[in-house]
C-alpha cells in the first residue's frame, strides 16, 4: 500500500485538527499529482512510480480501492493479501506529526479491511519513536479490530528488544496481534540511489539488516518473557536464516550461561521455530536450506503491485520454483495455511 495509491484525503480527512495544516497533500506539480509534506515532494499520487508494476497497465490508484483491488488478486489467483503500509524515512520526519499521520492511516485502513474482511488485512503501523507511544496505538489498534502491527524497527530511537519496550511486548502477548519488522534501513556503507549502481547493491543487502533485530529479540529474551508473541519478518527473504540460526545456537552454547543479564532456557533455534514468521518473494536456495528448520513459519508473498511482483503470473511462478517441487501439505503451508491461521483469516 505505498503512498502513490492513497486516497488523496487519507491525511487530511482523518488527522487530529492541530495537525491538519501540516498533514500530508496532493498537490499539482509541473511532474503531475504529487504528494508533499514539510516542504518536500514526497511521491507521486495516482502515477506508477519507477519499479511499480507495469503489466496490465498503470495501476494507479487501484490497489487503494478495496474492490479494485480484489479484482487484481482475482486476476491473480490469490484469494486474500496481507498488505504493508506506505511510510519510510522518506515520509513525515516530524516525530507528532508521524504518529498523528499513523493513526490517520490506520483508522483508514480498518475501514479499508472492513469492506472485505476476510479477504484483505491492511496492517496497522505504529509510531517508534516511543515505546509508550507505541503500545497506547497497539491497544487502539487491537480495539478496532486490526490483525497485526507493524513497528518500524529502523525508525526505533531505543531498538524494540530493549527494557523500554518490556510494556509493548506484554500487550502484544495480550492482544495476540503479530508484530512486523519490516526491512528498510540499517545499512551504513551503501544508500539507494536510482539509476546507479546503487539500486541494485543496495536491494541486495537490504534483507540482512534484519539480522540485528532478530538476533536481538530472541537473546534478549522478549520471547522467553513473552511465549505468546509473534514475530514476523517481513521481505527477508530465507537464504541468510539457516546460517544465522545455527550461528546463534552455537554462541549460546559457548556463552549462554555466562549472561547475568537474560539466560535463554532454550536454545535460540527453539524460539525461532516458535515465535519467528518469515515472509519471502522468490528465494530458491533458501527454500532448499530451510527444510531443516521446519516450514510452519515460513509464507509466500508476491509482493503485488512492485516491480518484483510475480502478479499476474503467480501461479506459474510458484509452480516453477523450488516451490512448486514440494509436496502438497508443504506448499499449503507456505501459500496459505501458515498465513491464514496468523491472520485469523477463514
Known amino acids: 500500500m505505498d503512498l502513490n495509491v492513497l486516497p488523496p484525503d487519507v491525511f487530511t480527512a482523518r488527522v487530529a485538527p ?10 499539482e506539480t509541473d511532474a503531475g499529482p504529487y504528494w508533499v ?8 499520487s495516482g502515477q506508477k512510480p519507477a519499479g511499480l508494476i507495469s503489466a496490465g497497465g498503470d495501476r494507479g490508484l487501484r490497489p487503494g480501492v478495496p474492490a479494485q483491488r480484489l479484482e487484481d488478486l482475482d486476476a491473480d489467483g490469490v484469494y486474500a493479501s496481507v498488505i504493508y503500509g506506505p511510510v ?21 485502513s ?11 488485512v491492511v496492517l496497522a503501523i505504529l509510531p517508534s519513536h516511543d515505546p509508550a507511544a507505541a503500545t497506547a496505538e497497539l491497544q487502539r489498534v487491537a480495539a478496532l479490530g486490526h490483525r497485526g502491527v507493524i513497528v518500524e524497527f529502523f525508525e526505533a530511537a531505543v531498538p524494540p528488544f530493549e527494557e523500554p519496550w518490556e510494556q509493548f511486548w506484554a500487550v502484544a502477548e495480550d492482544t495476540q496481534l503479530p ?52 514475530l514476523v519478518l517481513a521481505e527477508a527473504g530465507l537464504g541468510w536464516l539457516p546460517y544465522i540460526v545455527e550461528r546463534m545456537d552455537h554462541e549460546w552454547h559457548k ?15 527453539h524460539y525461532f521455530r516458535e515465535n519467528v514468521f518469515v515472509t519471502y518473494e522468490e ?25 518484483d511482483s510475480t502478479w499476474p503470473n503467480s501461479r506459474k511462478a510458484i509452480d516453477s520454483s523450488a516451490l512448486g517441487a514440494l509436496d502438497v501439505t508443504t506448499r499449503d503451508r507456505i501459500t496459505r495455511a501458515n498465513a491464514a491461521a496468523l491472520y485469523r483469516i477463514v
Open 283 to 307: 528465494d530458491d536456495r533458501g527454500l532448499e536450506l530451510l527444510t531443516s528448520l521446519g516450514m510452519s513459519n515460513l509464507m509466500w508473498a508476491s509482493d503485488y503491485p512492485h516491480g
Open 88 to 108: 519510510g524515512p522518506d515520509f513525515v520526519r516530524g516525530t507528532q506529526l508521524r504518529a498523528a499521520c499513523l493513526r490517520a492511516y490506520n483508522d483508514w
Open 179 to 230: 508484530v512486523h519488522f519490516h526491512l528498510g534501513g540499517g545499512a551504513h556503507s551503501i544508500t539507494f540511489a536510482p539509476r546507479s549502481w546503487r539500486q541494485p547493491a543496495s536491494v541486495t543487502v537490504a534483507p540482512l539488516q534484519l539480522d540485528e533485530a532478530l538476533v536481538g529479540t530472541i537473546f534478549a529474551g522478549v520471547f522467553q518473557r513473552h511465549p505468546r508473541v509473534r
Open 37 to 44: 509534506a514539510e516542504g518536500r515532494r514526497l511521491r507521486p
Open 110 to 120: 480498518a475501514e479499508f479491511n472492513r469492506a472485505f474482511p476476510e479477504r484483505l
Open 18 to 27: 492541530d495537525f491538519r495544516d501540516e498533514a500530508p497533500r496532493v498537490v
Open 255 to 269: 556463552y549462554g550461561d555466562r549472561c547475568e543479564d537474560v539466560r535463554l532456557e532454550e536454545p535460540p533455534s
